[in-house]
């Protein structure tokens, strides 16, 4: 029952640390960025941090949500790679995954992209976080939206879920909330 847009909207764009309000959108999608969205900005610095260089790469990010898949595709643009932005519901998805030299998984589906789509050496970020079950504890387990058990195998390099992209995503909100300070 809560309009979305209408929420958005009435924050004020210089104090969007979350960098989703439309004027804040529209400056990432013109390759100005005031705040950039704290999970998409967290991969790129991660990436940055070990050295991955996107110039000429072929990056796949399957997940096309505001929040993630839709800017962190501009960002990576905007860094010179070759970016497919694909879905759920993309024919052959196993094909287009399989052209990734870095694969961003941000589908919101538990353990959808299996390890033998995975191009050998590729860089794989699981921005995916999926409760499927339960552990000896009693507590949600949770999962990537790559299989890591399998992805592990074949990747350079993969973050874990948890503990991967997360962690990323509230270190960029303290740093935008620093800023608009």
């Not at 921005?127 to 992805?151: H, M, Q, W």
Request: proline share 6%; aromatic share 4%.
């Amino acid at each position: 029952h809560i309009d979305e847009s209408k929420v958005l909207e009435a924050i004020s764009p210089a104090k969007d640390a979350d960098g989703f309000h439309p004027y804040n959108v529209g400056r990432l999608v013109t390759g100005n960025p005031l705040y950039q969205p704290c999970t998409p900005y967290g991969v790129m610095k991660m990436l940055e941090h070990t050295g991955v260089d996107l110039t000429g790469k072929e990056v796949v990010v399957v997940g096309r949500s505001n929040i993630v898949g839709k800017p962190v595709a501009l960002m990576c643009l905007a860094q010179h790679a070759t970016v497919t932005l694909c879905h759920s519901r993309t024919r052959d998805l196993p094909a287009k995954v399989g052209q990734a030299d870095v694969l961003i998984a941000a589908v919101g589906r538990a353990e959808m992209i299996k390890g033998d789509w995975i191009k050998p050496g590729a860089v794989v970020i699981d921005v995916g976080v999926n409760r499927i079950g339960t552990t000896d504890s009693g507590k949600a387990k949770l999962a990537g939206d790559v299989d890591y058990a399998e992805a592990v195998e074949v990747a350079s390099a993969i973050t874990p879920v948890p503990g991967g992209v997360g962690p990323m995503t509230i270190t960029m909100l303290m740093v935008n909330t620093v800023k608009a300070a």
